[in-house]
């Protein structure tokens, strides 16, 4: 029989004889922190508990984030951090027990509650005075009588609508027209507050946007209104069986991506308990493995969403902060990775890179915690299609996971190693220029570990062709700062395709490898210089085409020739105005970072063809001197391959990787995996033959050039031999774009020795300086050309339409002055 007995002044007693349980007598207010101490009469041995009735439910209670349990031979307290409402409306039950005796003692808290949570919607979103607008705030249902209040603006007004309560909750609704009396307003404030029985208030608000002729919007899209721009909507509404809400941001004229954090309700139900769990109620393990087995069960559902995953990942981060205050032993281990592996197969992409780098960061961070936090005992590993699990209890340990070994000598603990699959690619690797191989973490950590130095040697396979002056990194995963970190970890060799790294801590480890040329001073400014005066260059040179086409345009040949030149300058002109644009990917929306990637493809590729078009007509004339090319049947098939082949190959290219990936976000360029693999291929390729091609053309054009010199007799001008061939090198290199063929010699040599750091700058120069090379050897080499021009300069008029003298053959006309 329980009876209560006055303490003292505030403090009460409820007893059961034996067991005395001291808790505060008065109301105590919301948020505050409060003790219940539980004492025993009598010295016997046995052991305390605490428990939480909630209605018909009984919880465990132990450490959480929450509350504080403490405990002696005759004495235990619970201390709650903070009182919110999942602590108040429940009775608090202390036990102790003695073999199959157990004395208990209850004591239930008064609360002054206030709501735990205020959920705002307002009813339109946005507005355009004068507007009549409802907003609802809803909160749990609670025996709290509250007095609810409103302002709009700072300015209280009052609500003539009662309450309404449905599903546990109850929604307040305030009803009034914005009238919007001030102009420079652009956003109406209204603030909700609740007030309890002893004076202490909690507010929220909820701001909507007001739209007038003087700001620029986002158009209507179905269910999201029309919008003024930086403001970002939420519509707490989803389809049936799920809970969350969805918003989307205006950046005018364009809205962002949708973002959708709409959850089952299955998985918000698991993300509810987890939190208790961390809290410190419920907390067993046999409710630890119910979550982590009904997180696996829902991570490989079919209908499994990319919020869905976002809310599993939070699951796992709740239940690794929840394992430094309650041990998890090894029964959850099988439901945990195979969770966990789930997840990888999932839909990582997100409106936004920034967030998808959050969420495999928490991820790593949150399985290698929960993997050094399980209390390991008799498991002998754990393998799932994306993590491998492995456990030793030797002093020298080999393990190996997904082909990766790991080596580590320890004189005590159990050394657990994880392999993770499909992660890597997902994390942030902005701060490394690089491409992974593998694409494997592995994650190493020590149970009971006593020992201060750490020496773990990690074996990677690398599956993949290693180019010459690709930089080998071993790093880590750096959680407090989110990104792959060296230090401490050292790259040893490369032997049998193993790549050998050492590290002298614990933590997530991979391999980098950069493909890509390391920092050389002055090369982007050279690029940026060199695009800027070529853009100039080939807006001169189409100037001064249009001026003098008719006066030099006067035969087959010069107008392949000349036609040729104007789609070449024209198309690398495009092409050069759109890396420029999408220099600054960073602050570019995807749309146009897609846009812009398309673009450059297209151009570049169309210039490339045009120039197999010039080559062409050069190899004809050389070959077939006395078949000359029909006009009509010329321009044809020019326009089929300079713009209709380029068109079909960024349409293809477009449509096959459309479901992997096309584009890279952070550069707007073309995606390169490996040889054969990613998207850059479908560039790599044709542009490589069509300048091999190319460079097979010159090589006939200098072949003539010694045929013809030998033909004239034994004692030919050497001299003039020469000179004719540099003409040739000089005058076709530029348009026939042979300059791109030192990308080939870029990756022979490494860019941190002096020859290949120089093929890295003549690269950047002659290609990001093509249209000026283009101006001179096109213009101004030409004497027909710099003729016409000088008399445009002296006569002040354009050259008048007539016929001159026909050139004999296309490459006389390239190397006249």
């Known amino acids: 029989m329980e009876t209560r007995i006055g303490y003292s002044a505030n403090i009460s007693v409820e007893t059961s004889g034996i067991v005395n349980i001291l808790y505060p007598k008065d109301m105590v207010d919301y948020n505050s922190t409060q003790m219940l101490n539980c004492t025993i009469n009598n010295e016997n041995y046995g052991s ?109 007004v009052t609500s003539q609508t009662p309450s309404v309560q449905t599903d546990g909750q109850i929604t307040y609704r305030l009803n009034s027209k914005i009238t919007c009396q001030q102009p420079s307003t652009n956003a109406i404030i209204i603030t909700v507050n609740f007030m309890n029985q002893k004076n202490k208030n909690k507010t929220q608000n909820i701001i909507i ?77 046999k409710v630890a493995l119910a979550i982590f087995s009904s997180l696996k069960n829902i991570s490989n559902d079919t209908s499994y969403s990319n919020a869905d995953l976002s809310a599993s990942i939070g699951v796992l981060d709740i239940m690794f902060e929840a394992s430094k205050q309650f041990t998890l032993d090894e029964s959850v281990l099988g439901d945990f990775l195979g969770a966990a592996s789930n997840m990888l197969n999932a839909n990582w992409e997100q409106v936004n890179t920034t967030i998808s780098y959050q969420m495999s960061s928490l991820y790593l961070k949150s399985v290698e915690g929960l993997v050094e936090n399980i209390y390991m005992n008799n498991s002998d590993g754990y393998s799932t299609q994306n993590l491998e699990f492995k456990l030793c209890k030797n002093i020298t340990c080999n393990q190996t996971v997904f082909g990766v070994e790991v080596n580590l000598n320890q004189s005590s603990g159990i050394v657990k190693t994880l392999g993770v699959k499909n992660l890597s690619d997902k994390l942030n690797n902005e701060n490394f220029p690089v491409s992974i191989f593998p694409s494997i973490v592995v994650s190493a950590t020590l149970q009971n570990r006593t020992d201060s ?12 062709p290693v180019a010459k002056g690709s930089t080998i990194q ?77 006066a030099v345009v006067k035969s087959k040949l010069s107008h392949f020739r000349h036609m040729a030149l ?73 326009i089929v391959l300079g713009y209709v082949c380029p068109t079909l190959i960024v349409a293809s290219t477009f449509a096959y990787y459309r479901n992997e990936r096309y584009y890279d976000v952070d550069t707007c360029w073309l995606v390169y995996t490996s040889p054969l693999k990613g998207s850059m291929n479908a560039f ?53 774009g042979v300059t791109w063929g030192l990308g080939f010699f870029t990756q022979i040599w490494d860019s941190r020795e002096p020859v290949g750091a120089f093929m890295v700058y003549a690269f950047t120069i002659t290609n990001s300086f093509q249209g000026l090379f283009i101006l001179l050897t096109g213009c101004f080499a030409e004497k027909k050309v710099r003729d016409e021009v000088w008399k445009i300069i002296m006569t002040g008029a354009p050259p008048p339409k007539g016929k001159t003298e026909s050139m004999k053959n296309l490459t006389k006309s390239a190397l006249k002055k």
């Open 48 to 156: 305390w508990n605490w428990d939480f009735i909630a209605g018909n439910n009984t919880y465990v209670l132990n450490n959480g984030t929450s509350i504080t349990i403490t405990s002696t031979a005759a004495c235990t307290t619970v201390q709650i951090n903070s009182l919110s409402g999942m602590w108040a409306e429940g009775i608090y039950k202390c036990g102790f027990s003695s073999g199959s005796i157990v004395h208990a003692a209850t004591a239930e808290l008064k609360v002054a509650l206030l709501p735990d949570t205020i959920s705002m919607t307002s009813d339109p979103l946005t507005v355009e005075c004068p507007k009549d607008v409802m907003v609802n705030a809803t909160i749990q249902n609670s025996p709290e009588n509250y007095t609810v209040t409103w302002t709009l603006n700072q300015v209280p």
């Open 453 to 464: 130095n750490i020496d773990i040697k990690l074996d990677f396979p690398i599956n993949q």
């Open 566 to 638: 104007v789609n070449i300058s024209l198309c690398l002109l495009l092409a050069d105005c759109s890396f420029l644009a999408s220099s600054s990917s960073n602050i570019l929306p995807t749309t146009w970072c897609l846009v812009l990637t398309l673009a450059k493809q297209f151009f570049f590729q169309a210039m490339f063809c045009w120039m197999l078009c010039l080559s062409i007509v050069l190899l004809h004339q050389l070959v077939f001197v006395f078949y000359p090319l029909r006009k009509r049947l010329y321009l044809f098939l020019s």
């Open 684 to 736: 790599f390729l044709p542009v490589g033959t069509i300048v091999l091609m190319n460079m097979f053309s010159m090589y006939v054009v200098i072949q003539t050039l010694f045929k013809s010199s030998f033909s004239n007799g034994s004692k030919a001008d050497e001299k003039e031999t020469v000179k004719s061939i540099l003409k040739v090198v000089v005058f076709l290199t530029p348009v026939l």
């Open 209 to 285: 946007p007001v739209i007038d002729d003087n700001v620029q919007v986002c158009q209507e899209d179905s269910p999201w209104p029309k919008t003024p721009k930086g403001f970002t909507l939420v519509i707490q509404q989803c389809e049936i069986g799920r809970v969350g809400y969805q918003e989307r941001t205006c950046i005018s004229p364009e809205w962002m991506n949708e973002l959708d954090r709409c959850v089952s309700e299955e998985l918000n139900n698991v993300l509810n308990t987890a939190a208790a769990f961390r809290g410190g109620l419920g907390v067993t393990q």
């Open 474 to 550: 071993c790093v880590f995963w750096n959680t407090t700062l989110n990104e792959w970190s060296e230090d401490g970890c050292m790259w040893k060799e490369m032997v049998n395709n193993r790549s050998y790294c050492e590290c002298s801590h614990l933590t997530s480890f991979s391999v980098l490898m950069s493909t890509s040329q390391p920092n050389l001073p002055y090369l982007d400014e050279i690029t940026y210089v060199g695009l800027g005066v070529s853009i100039g260059s080939l807006l001169i040179f189409l100037l001064i085409e249009a001026l003098v086409w008719s």
